[in-house]
Structure formats: C-alpha cells, structure tokens
C-alpha cells in the first residue's frame, strides 16, 4: 500500500473553523479542574493531536442541518475528552513512554497520578453531557463508554495468547476503537435533527472507519517511524497483544512452522530481539499486505454505508477521510 504524507489537519480543512470552535468548548470543559490535577489535565490535553472524531461529529451535524450548532460543538468536545481519557488509561496499560513526540502523563507523574487524571477526564465529559438540553449524549455515550471499556478489558483477558482468532481480534477493535468513531458520527447526526436513514448511515460508517483505523494503527506499531508516529513502538508484542497481522502470519503455516512462531511469539513478549524477529517474518511473509487489504475492505464498507447521504462537499470530506486513514503513517 503506497502511503500518503498529507497530514490529518490539511484533509480537516473545510471543518477547520468547526475545529477551532471545538477546541475552545474543550478548553472551557477543563477550565474548572482542581488546583491539585490543572497542570496534568492540561498535559493530557496537549494529547488532542489529530482531532479526527470531533471532525467527523462536525461533518455529521453539517450533514444533518447545514451548520455547526452550538450542541453539536459541545458533543464533538465530549467525544475528544473521551478519546483523551482513553489515551491516558491506554499510555499506562502498555506502559507507553511518548504520546504524540511527548512524554506521557505516567512517564512525566506516575501511573497512579495517570489513572486519576484519565478518571477526571471522564468526569468532565459526562458533567458536559448532562447539561445538555437533549440527555441523548448522556445517555448513549455512558453506553458507548461501557463497551469501550469491555473491549480493553477483553483484550487484557486474552493477552499473550498466540493463538488468537481473528473473529475474537475483530470483537476487540470494535469495542476500544469502533465503537467510538461510531459514536462521533451517531451524536453529531442527532444533535444534527438527520433522520434515521442517514443517522444510521453515518453510524455505520463510523464503524467501518473505526475498523479500518486500528487494523492499520496495529499494522504501523510493527513497521512504523516511531518519531513519525509519535509514540512508543513495538508496545503490541511487548504487551502480547496479538493482532491481525500476527492472526494473517500464523495463518499460512505448516504445523510445524507454527510452533516455532508460538515459540517466537511467547519471547518477543520479553525480549526486543525476538520483537524485531517477528517485525522481519511479519514482513517477509506478506502478513502486512494481506493486513492492508482487510483495512481495505472495511474502509470500501465504510463508503458504502454512505450511500443514503446526500451528495455534497461534506460526503466528500468523509470519502477523502476514509482514504487518509486508509494511506496514513502516523
């Protein structure tokens, strides 16, 4: 897959304004945090790097009513603080050193620190939903959340399994990272007055978006520039986390040829040179290709889904995002 250098914020150019409305709700969100937490919420919300779901809950409420309202700019807020708070809690699950090209909250105060900010996080963006004149957002993403949550607890439960379906591997990623790129479409939509055709549709491209992120973000932790990426790399094998280009490998295996990969496999997990080891068979094999391709399929679902949406610039800002996370390399 030929890869695209075209950052995120260049593709987010028509919802820029949007953005920046956004980004002044999430500040007044935190600007009432605790003397104790203040300097490490702000650290954690210089996290807010690419911005994409909130811009994709814009360009649903620009689909759903032609503007910006001043709810759906407050539910794109809620959604980055989300994301944010996941980050924290992810950071410290794989004991993550760098975020986005800085230290991470756990690295820079300590885990238990970490944990209690990731929580503060969290507090913020419910405390926002409920005052909302609609209690949707309240209501669902509370949902969201919880299966957000099942999906990393599901992951931690099967870690260091070799083993690993893909089934199993696609359950997990639509709960920590789909669900919520659903989410970003589904309450723009609403907070948008879109009826249910196109709600629907939008949700479910979020969906096949979400998907189609992790496969290439777990695809990137193997070959990717950790200072293009901007955060610690090779975290997967170290953490067991088994992953579909490790699923797709194992795949095309003799008996015996996987039992020295479960071998390899269950090394890497401590050791850095079995890492690489794995890194150099992953590529070799086409493991990482046939990876791509799947990311692939999900973002041609994705484009699919959006055929109930009305014909305009913003179903075409959705068709050139489905091709960024397709192509990208941070």
Known sequence: MTRTAQALPEVLGPVRADLERVRLVFRSILADVGVHSG???????????????PGLTCVAGRIACGRVTDSIATVAAIIELIHTATLVHDDIIDSAAVRRNVPTLNARWGTQAAVLVGDVLFSKAYRAAAYLDDPF???????????????????????????????????????????????????????????????DALA?????????FQIVDDRLD??????????????DLAEGKTTL??????????????IEARDLLERAWDDRDAAREVG?????????????????????????ALAPVPVG???TLLETLAGFVLRRTR
């Open 313 to 315: 610039q913003e179903r």
């Open 39 to 53: 300097d490490m919420v702000r650290d954690a919300a210089s996290f807010n790097g690419k911005r994409l779901r």
């Open 280 to 304: 150099r068979r992953l590529r070799a094999s086409g493991a990482l290709e046939r990876a791509d391709a799947a990311a692939a399929a999900e973002v041609d679902a994705a484009l699919a």
């Open 222 to 235: 193997v070959t990717g520039d950790e200072h293009h990426v901007g955060k610690t790399l090779g975290t």
């Open 204 to 212: 479910a491209y979020g969906h096949h978006l979400g998907m189609a």
């Open 137 to 199: 957002a309240s209501r669902y993403l509370s949902d969201v959340v919880g299966e957000v949550l099942e999906g990393e607890i599901h992951q931690d439960q099967v870690a260091q399994n070799p083993d690993l379906t893909e089934d199993t591997y696609r359950r997990i990623i639509r709960g920590k990272t789909a669900a919520l790129y659903e989410a970003a479409l589904r309450v723009g939509a609403h907070y948008g007055g879109a009826s249910a055709e196109v709600g």
């Open 245 to 258: 280009p490790v699923i797709l490998w194992q795949r095309g295996l003799s008996d015996a040829e996987r």
